[in-house]
């Protein structure tokens, strides 16, 4: 059985293929090796207080949440090799496509709420 995450921004759903990264080993490797990224792709990272582009090839989107939820910082577009806004502790980074944070009109004190259901 797999699960299907969708990303809930203000209850409704955004246009997003989830991938949810909790384990230590799926949290450390995120999107490295990556050539590139497609518009609905988002990386959920969880818990993370804050996120690095270090060896990666392509900029991304970060979205970074308190514990329930909650943008406390964002970033529209991160190069490779930086280092990313910071978080809180058990808080949540939300990885996507450069730009996405404002095509998905996403703002500080928004609330994002990560959903699954078995298939």
Not at 13 to 36: C, I, K, N, Q, Y
Not at 47 to 75: E, F, K, N, W
């Amino acid at each position: 059985m797999s699960v299907t995450y969708r990303v809930l921004h203000e209850g409704k759903p955004l246009e997003l293929d989830v991938v949810f990264a909790r384990g230590f080993w799926a949290r450390t490797w995120g999107w490295l090796g990556r050539h590139s990224l497609k518009p609905n792709d988002a990386l959920w990272i969880e818990p993370c207080a804050r996120v690095h582009t270090l060896g990666m090839r392509v900029a991304i989107s970060i979205v970074m949440l308190s514990p329930d939820g909650y943008v406390i910082a964002l970033q529209d577009r991160i190069s490779p090799w930086n280092v990313g806004p910071m978080g809180v502790f058990r808080g949540v980074a939300l990885e996507l496509a450069p730009g996405a944070v404002s095509r998905f009109g996403i703002r500080l004190g928004d609330r994002l709420t990560l959903k699954g259901s078995s298939r």
